[in-house]
């Protein structure tokens, strides 16, 4: 039985193979196709042979009959499963082939699921629904079954099971099969998935061998021998594999991955030359080898002459006896002419696409063609009409065999015109793919739906079905677009259908010609083609960069369990996107880009489509050859439009008032709404002479600025109506002129705030005559605002902006502005819910209002809070440079305004220290830090808030500096200030506790600060949920704390969930995330997995040294770590040498940031003799050795006492051993492993080797047989 985790795993392409090569040995093989709702397996046979009649009966049917016959009292249904599962008149016999005679030598016989009339997916649903799976009914049919199919006379009987770990394919494989073949891609998912299945196999049938296949293996996949060595030892359990030679079995369990043939429905014998030694055919071989105990030799070559008369065969039978078809359809249905097209084309029939615009030659029209016409409500008026007619003129009677015959094909809604030839009619707009392929394909080929039901994979997407999982954040189309189809075509011409090696498409232009509307349809007509759709703002870098970082979050969300296949900052997202995975077709809309040289290394140019547009010139020789020139409307395009939206003006007139807008589209559209009102409709010639005439008296009132003059122009104008009728969308209009052109969110200008605004504007609004619905409105009509329903957002353009802020009447411009400013802050959260995550939205729409609305200039308080707490959410998610850039102008500026004892100051003081601390600058953060805390203490008081705050990051400052025994005390009474105001379950209170576990640990008390973390751990799961970072750190922290009491199993289960949860919180680029995972690397070197612990550090530090750089303090510890993997990887010959190398440089980085006498210093510095020493280098590592443990020792905040200077003391006497020095060293290991003992008690790891070091010396000094030495790695205590 063949069966494999999920689809698309070549399951049913494996068992194709092998059937084939079984038969053409002379063997004789059944296929059994249970895959009942989507069987596949006929595909690949059915093009190749003569069936003898189509079965009408099959396993849906002996299911349904045996359902229906048990249910009768009395029957016996042991009995009417052994009737019922009879195999005459069901199986198929495919015939030899006649065209290459004694191909294949033995016989293929087929049982499926049975004849595919109407009733079959009703039949299924009935067994489904009556869960015949779990009835004891199936067991019967499946015994009596294999009864039959052993006495079927076959030699082999392959079957094929639907995907997945349902109950019908597990009783199948316990039940019916001699043995399991388990096909799965090299996918963590797949294989993760793959064991469970294996594993219940296992349970439930032993005797049942599995054999685990591995198919569509990618040699050129990145750590390919890593990937293939993790699935063999996930399936050591369920495998018998020599141990001293994996490659027995795995060697013929593997089928690698031709892109060329990977997804057609063909055996490899007829797809390639069959004697290459890494052919498919080949891996097949093997692989049937390993299946029948070699039972099976070597298949039967076909000859090169052979193999091109059966490609030349399938090819003739695939097409049937049509050849071409002209395939005609309006533009605006280009996304159904190109489905249409590559379905036809994938079975040979050639595809003539005539072009449809007035310069188009005369259509032409092959012999023996159909003319195929796609019939949507587009239809109507199109020039394709056009074009179907001439065709029909030109074509010549061919008896109804010619282009005289005509399919219809209903795409969309709407009837065919009434002038439409007589014609064949199909109807595809509501069946769904596989169907509507099947249904088109027969009226070219009747027997095509017996060979074929899937298309071509990098085709087009099917348009007829939508897409619930895509990801589609673009904004919605303009209902009344009109013209651009030339653009439209080209633009879909240069992005074609697949997504390998499509460079960027950059739409260039003035502003107001529309290259945003272009695109916007282009993404309405083409979406079908695409799993993620994704519109960046792209006038500013911060604004691609932070968009690229959401979209990061909403991929993950597609693999929440696959850690190799997450993304997290821009860098991972584009690789993410190349990758195709998690989504293959993908299109990135980088709208009104900037230059392009800040954009370049933001977009992706290699795989996937992109579309720019931008009005900077620059794209046009930036190395993009595809870029596009977006002008004015051309006058054809200009009286379409008029057509459409006015008809009753001539098109003369309508050219003349094209001309006064400069044929810009935008102005077109916001003239025609002003005609387009109820009293201007009767005269159109004399409406547009009103509307003229109001230009030119506006004219001379227009300044130049921003956006065109005709923008600027005909936004004054559409304005007037505004001023004079509509209070409240004038109030409406003026605030947003003071922010962000685009992406202004709807719940903010419905917001309590906004709502007073409008009702002091006009009262009608705030006695409920009026609503939001209505204000805003009035400034869409007029397209001064553009609202997106479905992203709920607003824009304007910004040369409307300026206009309206050059009509505000100079008295109350600053009313205006400074309402913008308050109706932000009025928007952020309050204070308390400051750090709440449900509010980081608004944080995120709020980082792009503060430029334009000016708020950093702003003296109000609560403009201010809300700066203060927006530098806290980019603090919050480690977006230091964002806070920096924020946060340090404003301190400078409020500190000169208000004083430096201004209590908003001295808040936001606080959190820049926050974000000095968290990027390594200790000193920085010390220094405003402290500062802040005195002025807190005389402004606030010891026991406000924002003052505990502040002590909250002072300890981390102290111990930054060395100074542990005053960090200690510090947070001990930071925690008790915290417990009296707030509680012990305050969030506040835990995270207090946790900083004094960190203080208890760098002071050396391990035990006390593992009691402090467990509890202050287990209260945060409680209070802030699993799905809160602070629960997670506080488990890295306690696990960390578990470790250094020896408790190294329970800490690596502990450190790898925190790990784990931290990615999936924070991000795998937090530094948070990182030191977990370096944490981890060293509780796995301390359980003995040097290697994986090696591998893990490596690939961390490159992490954290290029997001924080090489002197943050974690990326010094990880140095550190790296040096001790080294040390403790036995494959490495020069494995101290190198450890001393790296622990050198730490040295360095450690003093060059915290000086020489500093505690981290010292303990870098005994690492290094520790691996100077086991390196040889004897004086270096003495010398080293005395520098640390003396300076531990003398420096009054640690002491000779604390366990990092036992640790020294252990490293020194080991050089001191070396040196011969061993009167010296004993009197150093008695003294040291009593301490250790008093320490941590006998059975702590660093007790047991400070004795075994000592019994060592003790037997040196009196001569008897001794040991070996060992030294302790050391930990710089976490900050």
């Given at each position: 039985?063949?069966?494999?985790?999920?689809?698309?795993?070549?399951?049913?392409?494996?068992?194709?193979?092998i059937?084939?090569?079984?038969?053409?040995?002379?063997?004789?093989?059944?296929?059994?196709?249970?895959?009942l709702r989507a069987?596949?397996?006929?595909?690949?046979?059915?093009p190749?042979?003569?069936?003898?009649?189509?079965?009408?009966?099959?396993?849906v049917?002996?299911?349904?009959?045996?359902?229906?016959?048990?249910?009768?009292?009395?029957?016996?249904p042991?009995?009417?499963?052994?009737h019922?599962?009879?195999?005459?008149?069901?199986?198929?016999?495919?015939?030899?082939?006649?065209v290459i005679?004694?191909?294949?030598?033995?016989?293929?016989g087929?049982?499926?699921p049975g004849?595919?009339?109407?009733?079959?997916?009703?039949?299924?649903?009935?067994?489904?629904n009556?869960?015949?799976a779990?009835?004891?009914?199936?067991?019967?049919?499946?015994?009596?079954?294999?009864?039959h199919?052993?006495?079927s006379?076959f030699?082999?009987?392959?079957v094929?099971?639907?995907?997945?770990?349902?109950?019908?394919?597990?009783?199948?494989?316990?039940?019916?099969?001699?043995?399991?073949v388990?096909?799965?891609t090299?996918?963590?998912?797949?294989?993760?998935?793959a064991?469970?299945?294996?594993?219940?196999?296992?349970?439930?049938?032993p005797?049942?061998?599995?054999?685990?296949?591995?198919?569509?293996?990618?040699?050129?996949?990145?750590?390919?021998?890593?990937h293939?060595?993790?699935a063999?030892?996930?399936?050591?359990?369920y495998?018998?594999?020599?141990?001293?030679?994996?490659?027995?079995?795995?060697g013929?369990?593997?089928?690698?991955?031709?892109?060329t043939?990977?997804?057609?429905?063909?055996?490899?014998?007829f797809?390639?030359?069959?004697?290459?030694?890494?052919s498919?055919?080949?891996?097949?071989?093997?692989l049937?080898?390993?299946?029948?105990?070699?039972d099976?030799?070597?298949?039967?070559?076909?000859?090169?002459?052979?193999?091109?008369?059966?490609q030349?065969?399938?090819?003739?039978?695939?097409?049937g006896t049509?050849?071409?078809?002209?395939?005609?359809a309006?533009?605006?249905?280009?996304?159904?002419?190109d489905?249409?097209?590559a379905q036809l084309?994938w079975?040979?029939?050639?595809v003539?696409?005539?072009r449809?615009?007035?310069?188009?030659?005369?259509?032409?029209?092959?012999?023996?063609?159909?003319?195929?016409?796609?019939?949507?409500?587009h239809?109507?008026g199109s020039p394709?009409?056009?074009?179907l007619?001439?065709l029909l003129?030109?074509?010549?009677?061919?008896?109804g065999?010619?282009?005289h015959?005509?399919?219809?094909?209903?795409?969309g809604?709407?009837?065919?015109p009434?002038?439409f030839?007589?014609?064949?009619?199909?109807n595809?707009?509501?069946?769904e793919?596989r169907?509507?392929r099947?249904?088109?394909l027969?009226?070219?080929?009747p027997?095509?739906?017996?060979?074929?039901s899937?298309?071509?994979?990098?085709?087009?997407?099917y348009?007829?079905?939508?897409?619930?999982?895509?990801?589609?954040?673009?904004?919605?189309?303009?209902?009344?677009?009109?013209?651009?189809?030339?653009?439209?075509?080209?633009i879909?011409?240069?992005?074609?259908?697949?997504?390998?090696?499509?460079?960027?498409?950059?739409?260039?232009?003035m502003?107001g010609s529309?290259?945003?509307?272009?695109?916007?349809?282009?993404?309405?007509?083409?979406?079908s083609?695409?799993?993620?759709?994704?519109?960046?703002?792209?006038?500013?870098?911060?604004?691609?960069?932070?968009s690229?970082t959401?979209?990061a979050?909403?991929?993950?969300?597609?693999?929440?369990?696959?850690?190799?296949?997450?993304?997290?900052g821009?860098?991972?997202?584009?690789e993410?996107?190349?990758?195709?995975?998690?989504?293959?077709r993908?299109?990135?809309?980088?709208?009104n880009a900037?230059?392009p040289?800040?954009?370049?290394?933001?977009?992706?140019?290699?795989?996937?489509?992109?579309?720019?547009?931008?009005?900077?010139?620059?794209?046009?020789?930036?190395?993009?050859?595809?870029?596009?020139?977006?002008?004015?409307?051309?006058?054809?395009?200009?009286?379409?439009?008029?057509?459409?939206?006015?008809?009753?003006l001539?098109?003369?007139t309508?050219?003349?008032?094209?001309?006064?807008?400069?044929?810009?589209?935008?102005?077109?559209?916001?003239?025609?709404e002003?005609?387009?009102?109820?009293?201007?409709?009767?005269?159109?010639?004399?409406?547009?002479?009103?509307?003229?005439?109001l230009?030119?008296?506006?004219?001379?009132s227009?300044?130049?600025?921003?956006?065109?003059?005709?923008?600027?122009?005909?936004?004054s104008?559409?304005?007037?109506?505004?001023?004079?009728y509509?209070?409240?969308?004038l109030?409406?209009?003026?605030?947003v002129?003071?922010?962000?052109?685009?992406?202004?969110?709807?719940?903010?200008?419905?917001?309590?705030?906004?709502?007073?605004?409008?009702?002091?504007?006009?009262?009608?609004?705030?006695s409920?005559?009026i609503?939001?619905?209505?204000?805003?409105?009035?400034?869409?009509?007029?397209?001064?605002?553009n609202h997106?329903?479905h992203l709920?957002?607003?824009?304007?353009?910004?040369?409307?902006?300026?206009?309206?802020?050059d009509r505000?009447p100079e008295?109350?411009r600053?009313?205006?502005?400074?309402?913008?400013?308050l109706?932000?802050?009025?928007?952020?959260p309050?204070?308390?819910?400051a750090?709440?995550?449900?509010?980081?939205?608004?944080?995120?729409h709020?980082?792009w209002?503060?430029?334009p609305?000016?708020?950093d200039?702003?003296?109000?308080?609560?403009?201010?809070?809300?700066?203060v707490?927006?530098?806290r959410?980019?603090?919050?998610?480690?977006?230091?440079a964002?806070?920096?850039?924020l946060?340090a102008?404003?301190?400078?500026?409020?500190?000169?305004?208000?004083?430096?004892r201004?209590q908003?100051r001295?808040?936001?003081?606080?959190?820049?220290a926050?974000?000095?601390?968290?990027r390594?600058?200790?000193?920085?953060?010390?220094r405003?830090?402290?500062r802040?805390?005195?002025?807190?203490?005389?402004?606030?008081?010891?026991a406000?808030?924002?003052t505990?705050?502040?002590?909250?990051?002072m300890g981390?400052?102290?111990?930054?500096?060395?100074?542990?025994?005053?960090?200690l005390?510090?947070?001990r009474?930071?925690?008790?200030a915290?417990?009296d105001d707030?509680?012990?379950d305050h969030?506040?209170?835990?995270?207090?506790?946790?900083?004094?576990a960190l203080?208890?640990?760098a002071?050396?008390?391990?035990?006390?600060?593992?009691?402090?973390?467990a509890?202050?751990f287990?209260?945060?799961?409680?209070?802030?949920?699993q799905?809160?970072p602070h629960?997670?750190i506080?488990?890295?922290?306690?696990a960390?704390?578990?470790?250094?009491?020896?408790?190294?199993?329970?800490?690596?289960?502990?450190?790898?969930?925190?790990?784990?949860?931290?990615?999936?919180?924070?991000?795998?680029l937090?530094?948070?995330?990182?030191?977990?995972?370096?944490?981890?690397?060293?509780?796995?070197?301390?359980?003995g997995?040097?290697?994986q612990?090696?591998?893990?550090?490596?690939?961390?530090?490159?992490l954290h040294?290029?997001e924080?750089?090489?002197?943050?303090?974690?990326?010094?510890a990880?140095?550190?770590?790296?040096?001790?993997?080294?040390?403790?990887?036995?494959?490495?010959?020069?494995?101290?040498?190198?450890?001393r190398?790296?622990a050198?440089?730490?040295?360095?980085?450690?003093e060059?940031?915290?000086?020489?006498r500093?505690p981290?210093?010292l303990?870098?510095?005994?690492?290094?003799?520790?691996y100077?020493?086991?390196?040889g280098?004897v004086?270096?590592a003495?010398?080293?050795?005395?520098?640390?443990?003396?300076g531990?020792t003398?420096d009054?905040?640690?002491?000779p006492?604390?366990p990092?200077?036992?640790?020294?003391?252990?490293?020194?006497a080991?050089?001191?051993v070396?040196?011969?020095?061993?009167?010296?060293?004993?009197?150093?290991?008695?003294?040291?492993?009593?301490?250790?003992?008093?320490?941590?008690?006998?059975?702590?790891?660093?007790?047991?080797?400070?004795?075994?070091?000592y019994?060592?010396?003790?037997?040196r000094?009196?001569?008897d047989?001794?040991?070996?030495?060992?030294?302790?790695?050391?930990?710089?205590p976490?900050?």
């Amino acid at each position: 039985m063949f069966h494999s985790p999920r689809s698309e795993s070549s399951c049913t392409t494996s068992l194709a193979n092998i059937a084939w090569n079984i038969a053409s040995t002379g063997r004789s093989v059944l296929l059994v196709d249970f895959h009942l709702r989507a069987p596949e397996l006929r595909e690949y046979f059915a093009p190749l042979f003569t069936l003898r009649g189509e079965p009408q009966h099959g396993i849906v049917d002996m299911i349904t009959e045996i359902m229906a016959q048990t249910q009768v009292p009395g029957t016996d249904p042991a009995q009417v499963c052994r009737h019922g599962t009879e195999l005459r008149h069901r199986v198929d016999r495919l015939s030899r082939w006649t065209v290459i005679p004694g191909v294949p030598e033995g016989e293929i016989g087929y049982l499926g699921p049975g004849g595919r009339d109407p009733e079959q997916r009703v039949l299924l649903q009935n067994i489904h629904n009556a869960r015949f799976a779990t009835s004891a009914s199936a067991r019967h049919f499946l015994r009596a079954l294999r009864t039959h199919l052993l006495q079927s006379g076959f030699d082999y009987v392959l079957v094929d099971t639907a995907p997945g770990n349902g109950l019908l394919g597990r009783q199948c494989a316990t039940l019916l099969a001699d043995q399991v073949v388990l096909c799965l891609t090299l996918n963590q998912n797949a294989v993760t998935k793959a064991v469970g299945i294996a594993a219940d196999l296992r349970a439930e049938a032993p005797d049942v061998p599995v054999h685990p296949v591995l198919t569509r293996v990618d040699q050129d996949l990145p750590d390919l021998a890593a990937h293939l060595d993790s699935a063999y030892a996930r399936f050591a359990p369920y495998v018998e594999v020599p141990e001293n030679d994996p490659w027995q079995y795995w060697g013929r369990a593997e089928i690698p991955y031709k892109a060329t043939i990977a997804e057609r429905r063909t055996l490899a014998a007829f797809l390639e030359r069959t004697r290459m030694p890494n052919s498919l055919f080949h891996s097949y071989e093997r692989l049937t080898s390993l299946l029948t105990d070699g039972d099976i030799p070597r298949g039967r070559h076909l000859t090169q002459e052979q193999t091109e008369q059966v490609q030349l065969v399938f090819e003739q039978i695939r097409h049937g006896t049509v050849t071409s078809v002209v395939l005609v359809a309006d533009p605006r249905d280009r996304v159904w002419v190109d489905w249409v097209g590559a379905q036809l084309e994938w079975v040979g029939i050639r595809v003539v696409r005539p072009r449809t615009d007035p310069d188009a030659p005369p259509p032409h029209s092959p012999a023996n063609s159909v003319v195929t016409v796609l019939v949507s409500a587009h239809l109507r008026g199109s020039p394709a009409l056009n074009v179907l007619a001439r065709l029909l003129e030109r074509a010549p009677d061919n008896g109804g065999n010619g282009a005289h015959r005509v399919l219809g094909v209903t795409i969309g809604e709407g009837a065919p015109p009434d002038d439409f030839p007589e014609a064949e009619w199909l109807n595809l707009r509501i069946r769904e793919e596989r169907d509507a392929r099947r249904a088109l394909l027969a009226r070219f080929d009747p027997a095509f739906d017996s060979r074929r039901s899937l298309g071509p994979e990098h085709g087009p997407r099917y348009p007829g079905e939508p897409n619930p999982e895509r990801i589609n954040n673009a904004p919605s189309g303009n209902p009344n677009f009109s013209g651009r189809e030339g653009h439209l075509e080209r633009i879909r011409d240069l992005l074609g259908q697949g997504m390998e090696d499509k460079p960027p498409v950059v739409l260039v232009g003035m502003q107001g010609s529309g290259k945003s509307e272009i695109v916007r349809e282009f993404v309405r007509r083409f979406r079908s083609d695409y799993d993620l759709i994704r519109w960046i703002s792209a006038d500013r870098s911060e604004k691609v960069e932070a968009s690229l970082t959401d979209l990061a979050v909403e991929l993950n969300r597609r693999v929440p369990d696959d850690p190799d296949r997450r993304s997290e900052g821009p860098d991972d997202v584009l690789e993410t996107l190349r990758r195709g995975r998690p989504v293959h077709r993908w299109l990135l809309v980088y709208d009104n880009a900037g230059p392009p040289g800040d954009l370049d290394a933001l977009i992706p140019h290699d795989n996937g489509h992109v579309i720019v547009t931008s009005y900077h010139r620059d794209w046009e020789t930036y190395g993009h050859r595809r870029c596009l020139q977006v002008g004015p409307f051309t006058e054809e395009e200009v009286v379409e439009l008029f057509d459409d939206r006015y008809p009753e003006l001539d098109a003369a007139t309508a050219l003349d008032l094209s001309r006064r807008l400069g044929h810009l589209p935008a102005l077109l559209h916001r003239a025609l709404e002003w005609l387009n009102s109820a009293q201007r409709r009767d005269d159109g010639r004399r409406a547009v002479a009103e509307y003229v005439r109001l230009l030119d008296e506006r004219e001379p009132s227009v300044t130049q600025g921003e956006g065109s003059f005709e923008e600027r122009l005909s936004g004054s104008l559409a304005l007037d109506e505004i001023e004079g009728y509509h209070p409240a969308s004038l109030c409406l209009i003026r605030l947003v002129s003071h922010l962000a052109p685009d992406g202004i969110p709807e719940d903010l200008l419905r917001s309590p705030h906004a709502a007073a605004e409008y009702g002091d504007a006009d009262p009608r609004y705030r006695s409920g005559l009026i609503n939001f619905n209505h204000i805003h409105y009035q400034l869409t009509r007029v397209l001064l605002l553009n609202h997106d329903r479905h992203l709920k957002t607003f824009s304007v353009h910004p040369a409307v902006q300026a206009v309206v802020r050059d009509r505000i009447p100079e008295d109350e411009r600053p009313r205006f502005r400074e309402a913008a400013r308050l109706l932000l802050a009025a928007y952020a959260p309050h204070d308390e819910e400051a750090d709440d995550t449900r509010h980081d939205h608004r944080y995120e729409h709020l980082r792009w209002q503060i430029a334009p609305s000016g708020a950093d200039q702003s003296a109000h308080d609560e403009v201010r809070r809300w700066l203060v707490n927006q530098v806290r959410y980019h603090y919050r998610h480690s977006e230091f440079a964002v806070a920096l850039r924020l946060g340090a102008p404003l301190l400078e500026g409020w500190t000169e305004s208000f004083g430096e004892r201004d209590q908003l100051r001295l808040r936001l003081a606080t959190q820049l220290a926050n974000v000095h601390r968290s990027r390594g600058e200790h000193r920085a953060a010390d220094r405003l830090n402290s500062r802040t805390l005195d002025l807190q203490l005389d402004v606030l008081g010891e026991a406000h808030p924002f003052t505990l705050l502040t002590r909250r990051g002072m300890g981390a400052d102290l111990r930054a500096l060395g100074r542990f025994q005053e960090a200690l005390v510090h947070d001990r009474k930071t925690y008790d200030a915290y417990l009296d105001d707030r509680g012990p379950d305050h969030q506040h209170t835990l995270l207090a506790k946790h900083n004094l576990a960190l203080s208890l640990t760098a002071a050396g008390e391990y035990g006390p600060a593992l009691e402090s973390a467990a509890q202050a751990f287990r209260s945060a799961r409680e209070l802030l949920s699993q799905g809160h970072p602070h629960t997670w750190i506080l488990s890295s922290a306690a696990a960390t704390y578990r470790r250094r009491m020896g408790e190294y199993v329970i800490a690596q289960r502990q450190i790898q969930q925190a790990a784990h949860l931290l990615r999936r919180t924070v991000g795998e680029l937090s530094s948070h995330t990182l030191h977990a995972r370096k944490e981890l690397a060293v509780t796995e070197r301390l359980v003995g997995e040097p290697e994986q612990a090696l591998r893990r550090i490596v690939r961390t530090r490159e992490l954290h040294l290029n997001e924080y750089g090489e002197d943050h303090p974690r990326s010094l510890a990880m140095g550190l770590e790296l040096a001790a993997c080294l040390a403790a990887c036995l494959a490495a010959d020069d494995r101290f040498a190198q450890a001393r190398r790296q622990a050198e440089a730490c040295v360095d980085g450690y003093e060059r940031t915290f000086g020489e006498r500093h505690p981290f210093t010292l303990v870098a510095r005994s690492n290094l003799a520790a691996y100077a020493c086991r390196a040889g280098e004897v004086d270096h590592a003495v010398e080293q050795a005395r520098l640390a443990h003396e300076g531990l020792t003398e420096d009054d905040q640690v002491g000779p006492l604390h366990p990092l200077t036992l640790g020294a003391a252990v490293n020194r006497a080991n050089t001191l051993v070396a040196a011969g020095e061993i009167t010296e060293a004993v009197a150093l290991d008695v003294r040291t492993q009593e301490a250790l003992r008093e320490c941590f008690g006998p059975q702590h790891p660093h007790t047991e080797i400070a004795f075994a070091n000592y019994l060592n010396s003790s037997a040196r000094h009196t001569g008897d047989p001794f040991s070996a030495r060992a030294h302790i790695d050391l930990e710089v205590p976490e900050i």
